[in-house]
């Protein structure tokens, strides 16, 4: 599932979006623009539409979940 993240950089009026494969992916994106002090403006997805972070994070941990496990 493919995800979309949209955020405003500091001082700067426009919205900017980025996109990942993953909900894990997504979640490490979303980490990375907020310890940069950029605001996270919306999270979407073609299958879910907009959601929080908390619906993000509770996707990356069902999908964690999904993954087959390494020996």
């Given at each position: 599932?493919?995800?979309?993240?949209?955020?405003?950089?500091?001082?700067?009026?426009?919205?900017?979006?980025?996109?990942?494969?993953?909900?894990?992916q997504?979640?490490?994106?979303?980490?990375?623009?907020?310890?940069?002090?950029?605001?996270?403006?919306?999270?979407?997805?073609?299958?879910?539409?907009?959601?929080?972070?908390?619906m993000?994070?509770?996707?990356?941990?069902?999908?964690?979940?999904?993954?087959?496990?390494?020996?």
């Amino acid at each position: 599932m493919s995800y979309t993240i949209g955020f405003q950089a500091k001082d700067q009026k426009a919205i900017l979006a980025t996109e990942a494969a993953t909900a894990n992916q997504a979640v490490a994106i979303i980490v990375a623009l907020r310890q940069s002090a950029e605001e996270i403006k919306f999270i979407r997805s073609p299958q879910e539409g907009d959601m929080g972070i908390e619906m993000l994070l509770l996707l990356a941990k069902e999908e964690a979940e999904e993954m087959p496990q390494r020996a």
